[in-house]
């Protein structure tokens, strides 16, 4: 994979940046001396240092200056003082990627000018680990080679999509609140397992690693994940108990509800 070229900048310092600063240069796309942040905290400065070996300041317009690929990595609470900040200092050189939710393109464009050329990120929290899941969408004027661009640096941490605009609620709802679902499924099948008398790190880490395992099966075998479930379950086993265990707690059902409610919220917080 052929380096960048672009100075990459980062306008907020926390978690998902530093993710991001950091699957770039482990994947050998971007050197330290590419990247720079800004954040008004010391401390989320210091740890993006610590992280990825590049430079910070607290000056977010010394960033915008100095980047061909700018990220704006801010809550969205704080993502409206930012840009008026930034409205007439973004260059044309520059590519400007948000990573804020709920905030639209619509609101980023009118923020920053016309012209801007503006791609919008949902990313999620396994970025931090390289096993990241993102949607993306190009504004009215980013390139196909802008979109390309964004494709190959969110697949130093994950997978990415691009998606309409419209449909970035949606990957919000799976994707996005997904982890957290995910984290109850575990907690819920270690506690299965001490009930049944399993110690407890034991059960954590079985049932851990059986979803890491199972996911990883999906994603690299290409076989549908019914058919999979089908393998496992042998007729009159274990497995088939369990999965009738699963059907009559509507645990199918429960899912896809909190997928839509999920989606259904990210609408009203971009509205």
Not at 83 to 104: D, E, F, N, Y
Not at 130 to 140: D, I, K, Q, T
Not at 224 to 239: F, I, Q, W
Request: glycine letters at 12%; proline letters at 4%; a neutral charge.
């Amino acid at each position: 994979m052929a380096a960048l070229q672009q100075r990459i900048g980062f306008i907020g310092a926390g978690q998902m940046a530093t993710a991001l600063a950091q699957g770039l240069v482990r994947a050998g796309l971007a050197s330290c001396e590419q990247l720079v942040a800004s954040d008004p905290l010391v401390e989320a400065r210091a740890r993006f240092e610590h992280a990825t070996g590049a430079r910070t300041t607290a000056d977010n317009l010394e960033v915008a200056a100095s980047s061909e690929v700018l990220f704006l990595a801010v809550k969205p609470q704080q993502m409206f003082g930012v840009l008026r900040q930034l409205r007439g200092a973004i260059l044309p050189r520059t590519l400007v990627v948000s990573i804020a939710a709920g905030v639209r393109l619509a609101v980023l464009a009118e923020a920053l000018g016309a012209g801007v050329r503006l791609v919008r990120v949902m990313p999620n929290t396994p970025c931090l680990v390289s096993r990241g899941a993102c949607g993306y969408c190009l504004g009215e004027h980013a390139t196909p080679d802008d979109g390309r661009l964004v494709q190959q640096m969110l697949e130093a941490v994950g997978i990415a999509f691009q998606v309409e605009e419209k449909l970035l609620d949606a990957v919000t709802g799976l994707s996005g609140s997904g982890p957290a679902f995910v984290y109850v499924m575990i907690e819920a099948l270690s506690d299965g397992g001490v009930r049944m008398g399993l110690p407890r790190p034991m059960a954590t880490a079985l049932a851990a690693q059986t979803v890491r395992g199972a996911a990883e099966m999906v994603l690299f075998g290409g076989e549908h994940p019914g058919v999979l479930k089908d393998r496992v379950a042998s007729p009159g086993g274990t497995t088939i108990a369990g999965l009738q265990a699963l059907e009559a707690g509507a645990v199918r059902a429960a899912l896809m509800a909190a997928v839509e409610a999920a989606t259904r919220r990210s609408v009203e917080l971009g509205s």
